[in-house]
């Protein structure tokens, strides 16, 4: 009895502690939104986000302002903004952290609130074999709808408040 009593108190203690860990998600989870709030007009506020974001790298694909200017969606292209390397199960350049950033402006005359997320989440891997003599390579995307277990999310968390700390940094110099 006591046996069973001790296998039992081990098994729930191990699923307890491997809930918390992202290896076992078996479910894509809400990714992170990050948000920013001015007292700066929308449309002021919408231009100045996509120069910034311009200036740090991001290939902005689509600026699309509200016929009202109060604000309007900015989504960017693909970018590598992480890359976790080391340990056993990472391919030797490392599993490449790529997203497509969104950005949702919303307001009026009287301020602005940015909205920050992460789209289109994948990670990219490059594996190199042998076959015949002669060394090949591919290159392998996992969307993170279908692998969510191969994420870290504070990955996407580091990055969405780097951007965040960006466009206030920014913003507050233009209110100068």
């Known amino acids: 009895m006591m046996f069973r009593l001790g296998w039992g108190i081990l098994v729930c203690l191990f699923l307890a502690l491997a ?6 998600r078996l479910e894509p989870a809400t990714l992170p939104v990050q948000r920013a709030v001015t007292a700066r007009a929308a449309a002021d506020v919408f231009d100045r986000v996509r120069d910034v974001l311009v200036q740090d790298g991001y290939a902005v694909e689509r600026a699309e302002r509200r016929d009202n200017g109060e604000g309007g969606g900015i989504t960017c292209g693909y970018r590598h903004f992480s890359t976790r390397a080391g340990g ?9 952290y790529y997203h497509r950033l969104m950005i949702t402006v919303n307001g009026g005359e009287e301020g602005a609130e940015i909205l920050m997320e992460s789209t289109g989440l994948e990670i990219r891997s490059s594996y190199v074999y042998e076959e015949g003599g002669a060394v090949r390579s591919f290159a392998k995307r ?8 191969m994420f870290d999310l504070k990955a ?4 969405l408040a780097r951007v965040r700390g960006m466009l206030e940094a920014a913003l507050r110099q233009g209110e100068r």
């Open 88 to 96: 056993i199960s990472q391919p030797v350049g490392g599993r490449l």
């Open 156 to 159: 996407v968390d580091r990055e």
């Open 142 to 149: 996992y969307p993170y709808e279908q692998y969510p277990g």
């Open 19 to 24: 809930a918390g860990c992202y290896h076992l």
